[in-house]
């Protein structure tokens, strides 16, 4: 209705909100559109909840400001004539919706309550005191046939949606037919606000707040738990929780891991598209680094081949770029399925978060099972485990799964048979409480009666097996066709491009066409089975969780599997013929899931050359080291002479220094007293780190050179001459340490010092490649002899440890596969190569369990070095009361697949049973031998009055204890 002026203005607008108010209402009920029923019109009553807490907490200058603030925000969303929107009283606003039927009305209410949840729930004033809305909708003429009864109704609607807790909507019909409690329900299970994680949440949220103080010295967080645990709902609630930093926040795939730079690529695209960060490309960096930066961003650099940058290069590069960006602001790198990042993009992590001045916060969410398969993963977790907080999203306990079901529920009572149900099936896990809720209230097994959830009939007569069957394989009322979709989109994976599901479907069935395709792919979304970003737009569709992707693909016969697997390929092989260059890692994994060899080995060269044409294994070793070149040359300018103080912690260090490598000879490398040593020098050594930029000490004639200036001897007693007979004897000139280095990386040099040298000269790098092997970044060796008549470098110790994990993998893949799987086919391959790799010219070699320890050929393997790689190796040995399992050079396929069918064959055996079938047990190359423990590690009490010569040769030879 047009206003005339300002008398218009001060008659028909409320003086706060600049609204319409309630005299422009009754002037509008004048209208045709209330006085002819011809047309539809709707009416949406809002109530804020608990605004009346916002005003005693924070005044009511804030209550007045929050009104104001949606009054702007209302007047956007209406536009004055169609849609217009009153004030109707204190925090009440009424739209009046012309010509907007029921379905059309509630779906603009749901988009009011969203924009408010945007808008508000992330100023952590509104959300202290659970602030939100409550809306109800009535439409003329169907649920009153005038304005005043039409008002009623929607404002007992709203306070039915109050009832449900906040941020609901209810259309007066469904007040009447009881279905609103089951259609709100439904409705807020697709609402991640609620996560049943509120303690993760808050420890996360505080992680993330004491990580930015100066002093602290952690800088990744890393949530780990099985699937449906809740970890994604974790990250995205704390997303958006999160206001005063920038978030990049990246959602990792499978192919992920494969591509080098890949997380990499997708931070600096997302920063690079800020123009704040977009800045420090063209300002910092000269022509030759921008080419670089082109060869991972070619979208925002056009690389030019005028330019030829080392890998070395391109690594500083990026690291230069990101630490330029951060220098402008506070950011977090959100990075949920974190062990499917490819290694190089680790690597560069790795580096960065030490360089950088204004620290980042790194949140990576992985799979335990999963994250425990990917080796490059574990040694990163290692290797940050001093930078890095865990959180762990346990299985719910039973009065958090009650807690959690009742606010999925709307907060009303349950039933305790529905309760026990809930429990049993979810196992505690978030995602499949939400799955089960959904299924129960679709096939009516629950109604709400009397303020109560309780069984339906159907609950109690068609007994639980359906509802199992249904909850579990995702797929139990499903149609043909729909079902031949939802099996091509599992073998796609969790995130499917229309085109390409098009094309597979196509190729495999000409008669299904493109309507029956979206005509299933909106049934499956219709089932909760499948999700789109926006409504109506299927360009691009998603399974709703993991668990549905891999429990549908499961369940497709293996056969069908590798046919759809080798169509999803051709597909894409054709689509991109043009520029495979785009979707090689897709090729290679559809065609080697496929069993199609040939095809899979030509995609996987393709993909390792450009792999290594971008990074090669150690990459990370190899830049520190030619960095750390620059710093030791730095160092020698510092013309820092140490304080007394200082050469006093020095005179210190070198004791315990030779102390710790002898307590390392004799004592396994986790007793007390070489952990007690190790501690005591790293302290030292970084008292003295404290007063200088870098530490070097360095043999000079008969004298010790620390930074530049030389000592005499007698500064450090006769203790000198031990040390400067141990660099002799290690051919090494000088160590140089520097303020980076941490404890961990202390260790690792400790036991890189136990290395003989038995030759008279060493090779080249030799000291470098040890410590290079051993992941040492910050201390520097520097070598006094460089010629080398044969090659004395021997790298079976990392092989070993490598072996022993990718056979803790076989055993883990094992248990969810079966032997014949392509899965296990492939793990067991690469078993084989590891071995092959180890055993070299040996005639075999045993993988033995020693107390609770590892031992390779009787030699202990340190359980630092295997992490948690031990467990399963362990678990086996207990289980079958194996004391090793020795492997002969000429292991072969058939008798790893004997070995596994051992296992599965006895899995819920009695030990009787697993007896005889031990004894039944025969391949050529594999034996299992049942003895008592061949080697037991003596303690530290039983030698400590004999001498380090007389303790060597026992810990060397005592079996049998």
């Known amino acids: 209705m047009a206003m005339r002026g300002d008398l218009g203005e001060l008659i028909f607008k409320d003086d706060l909100t600049k609204l319409y108010n309630r005299r422009y209402l009754a002037n509008l009920f004048k209208s045709k559109a209330f006085t002819e029923g011809s047309i539809s019109v709707s009416f949406l009553m809002l109530d804020i909840d608990n605004f009346k807490a916002l005003n005693d907490t924070f005044g009511h200058q804030k209550g007045d400001e929050l009104l104001i603030k949606l009054g702007e925000l209302y007047r956007r969303l209406t536009d004055g004539k169609n849609r217009i929107v009153i004030r109707y009283g204190g925090d009440e606003f009424l739209f009046v919706l012309i010509g907007s039927n029921k379905e059309e009305s509630f779906e603009f209410g749901k988009k009011l309550i969203d924009t408010f949840k945007e808008q508000f729930l992330n100023d952590s004033k509104y959300t202290d005191i659970n602030l939100g809305i409550s809306l109800g909708l009535a439409t003329y003429p169907e649920d009153a046939k005038n304005s005043s009864s039409l008002i009623s109704l929607a404002d007992k609607a709203m306070y039915s949606a109050k009832k449900l807790g906040h941020n609901n909507i209810i259309a007066f019909g469904d007040v009447l037919q009881g279905q609103a409690h089951k259609l709100l329900c439904l409705q807020r299970l697709q609402d991640d606000s609620i996560i049943a994680r509120e303690n993760e949440l808050k420890m996360l949220l505080e992680t993330i707040s004491s990580f930015k103080s100066p002093e ?556 290079e092997k051993a992941k040492i970044n910050s201390v520097g060796v520097v070598t006094y002899s460089y010629v080398s008549k044969e090659k004395t470098f021997d790298k079976s110790g990392d092989l070993i440890i490598e072996l022993v994990k990718s056979f803790n993998g076989l055993l883990v893949i094992s248990k969810v596969y079966p032997p014949t799987s392509n899965t296990v086919q492939d793990r067991t391959k690469a078993f084989i190569d590891a071995f092959k790799s180890v055993a070299g010219n040996s005639r075999e070699c045993s993988i033995s369990s020693s107390d609770g320890d590892i031992l390779f050929n009787g030699k202990l393997i340190s359980r630092g070095k295997l992490a948690g790689s031990t467990k399963d190796v362990e678990g086996l040995f207990e289980r079958f009361g194996l004391n090793s399992i020795v492997f002969k050079s000429e292991l072969n396929y058939a008798d790893v697949e004997s070995f596994l069918n051992l296992m599965e064959k006895t899995k819920r055996n009695s030990p009787e049973q697993i007896q005889k079938e031990l004894e039944n047990f025969k391949t050529d190359t594999i034996t299992l031998e049942r003895k008592e423990i061949l080697r037991k590690i003596i303690s530290a009490e039983e030698v400590i009055q004999l001498s380090p010569v007389e303790r060597l040769k026992i810990f060397l030879s005592k079996s049998d204890e």
Not at 379 to 407: C, G, M, Q, R
Not at 620 to 628: A, C, S
Not at 642 to 647: I, K, N
């Open 216 to 771: 602290n010295r952690k800088w990744f967080i890393i949530i780990e738990g099985t699937d449906g645990a809740g970890k994604t709902t974790l990250l995205t609630a704390a997303k958006n929780r999160i206001k005063d930093s920038y978030i990049i926040y990246r959602k990792c795939q499978p192919f992920d891991v494969q591509i080098a730079y890949g997380l990499i690529r997708e931070l600096l695209l997302q920063l690079l598209s800020d123009d704040q960060f977009k800045s420090v490309v063209n300002k910092e960096l000269n022509e030759k680094q921008k080419n670089a930066l082109g060869k991972i961003v070619p979208e925002i650099i056009k690389p030019s081949p005028k330019y030829i940058l080392s890998k070395f290069e391109l690594f500083d590069v990026l690291l230069t770029v990101l630490r330029k960006c951060f220098m402008q602001k506070q950011v977090i790198f959100m990075i949920d399925n974190g062990h499917f990042v490819d290694e190089p993009s680790y690597s560069v992590l790795r580096e960065f978060v030490q360089i950088v001045e204004n620290k980042p916060v790194v949140i990576i969410t992985s799979n335990y099972n999963e994250g425990a398969t990917i080796p490059h993963f574990i040694t990163f977790k290692t290797s940050i485990v001093e930078y890095t907080e865990k959180i762990i999203t346990e299985p719910l306990s039973e009065d958090a799964v009650t807690a959690f079901t009742t606010a999925l529920l709307g907060g009303y009572e349950i039933d305790e048979e529905i309760m026990d149900l809930v429990f049993q099936m979810s196992v505690g896990i978030p995602l499949v409480i939400i799955t089960l809720l959904k299924e129960l209230l679709a096939s009516d097994f629950i109604r709400f009666e009397n303020s109560k959830w309780i069984t339906s009939d159907k609950f109690e007569d068609k007994g639980l097996k359906l509802l199992k069957d249904r909850v579990y394989n995702f797929v139990g009322n499903i149609d043909e066709t729909s079902r031949v979709v939802l099996n091509s989109a599992s073998v796609i994976g969790e995130k499917v491009e229309f085109e390409l599901l098009k094309g597979t479907l196509n190729r495999q069935d000409e008669r299904i066409t493109e309507g029956q395709i979206i005509s299933a792919v909106d049934e499956l979304i219709k089932e909760n089975l499948l999700k789109t970003e926006e409504p109506f737009v299927i360009d691009n569709v998603e399974f709703t969780s993991k668990i549905i992707q891999k429990t549908v693909y499961e369940s497709i016969s293996d056969d069908q599997k590798k046919t759809i697997h080798n169509t999803v390929a051709e597909v894409q092989e054709e689509r991109f013929k043009d520029n495979p260059e785009k979707v090689l890692e897709q090729l290679y994994y559809h065609y080697a899931k496929a069993g199609n060899t040939p095809k899979a080995d030509a995609y996987s060269e393709q993909i390792k050359a450009r792999f290594i044409e971008s990074f090669d294994e150690g990459e990370l070793v190899k830049y520190v080291q030619w960095k750390i070149g620059t710093a030791k040359a730095k160092i020698q300018e510092f013309n820092h002479n140490l304080d007394d103080d200082s050469l006093n912690q020095v005179l210190e260090f070198t004791r315990n220094l030779l102390s710790c490598i002898k307590f390392l000879r004799i004592y396994p490398g986790e007793s007390s007293i070489v952990l007690e040593t190790l501690f005591k020098t790293y302290k030292f050594l970084q008292f003295i780190l404290e007063s200088s930029k870098g530490f070097t000490i360095a043999l000079e004639g008969e004298k010790l050179r620390i930074n530049k200036f030389l000592y005499d001897p007698d500064k450090f007693d006769n203790r000198h001459m031990e040390l400067f007979d141990f660099l002799k004897k290690k051919k090494i000139q000088s160590l140089t340490f520097l303020t980076t280095v941490g404890q961990k990386e202390f260790e690792g040099f400790t036991n890189a010092m136990l290395n003989d040298i038995e030759a008279t000269f060493i090779e080249e790098n030799y000291w470098e490649n040890i410590i």
